[in-house]
């Protein structure tokens, strides 16, 4: 198993920043991708980032140029840099990990909130 505890959320006025870092543990040789997903309640999940072993990311293009997904591996941590946040950011942010045959494992969720 993987266990994924995500840090970093909170309050903060549009134009600000914040860092999200995910710490990942258990049996983290058997994770390929990882990634930020964000929910607002009563819509779907989506995807925000997400980087792979190799270090080949992707954004949702809500996100793109504002927000930059890093992995450091040897401290088996996981980061969303967030720049110029609007409202429409505001959302609980879930880190997730895909591993290698032992399926998808999420975190329990850090909340984001973007004040006009």
């Known amino acids: 198993q993987v266990q994924l505890v995500e840090s970093g959320g909170g309050l903060v006025q549009a134009g600000g920043s914040l860092r999200l870092s995910c710490a990942a543990s258990g049996n983290i040789f058997s994770i390929d991708t990882m990634g930020w997903y964000r929910q607002v309640p009563g819509e779907q999940r989506e995807s925000v980032a997400n980087i792979n072993n190799s270090g080949y990311v992707k954004y949702a293009d809500s996100v793109k140029g504002r927000f930059t997904i890093s992995r450091d591996n040897a401290r088996n941590a996981l980061y969303l840099q967030m720049n110029s946040l609007a409202p429409e950011d505001t959302a609980l942010y879930y880190c997730?990990?895909?591993?290698?045959?032992?399926?998808?494992?999420w975190g329990q969720g850090t909340q984001v909130t973007v004040s006009s």
């Open positions: 997730t990990a895909t591993t290698s045959g032992l399926g998808r494992y």
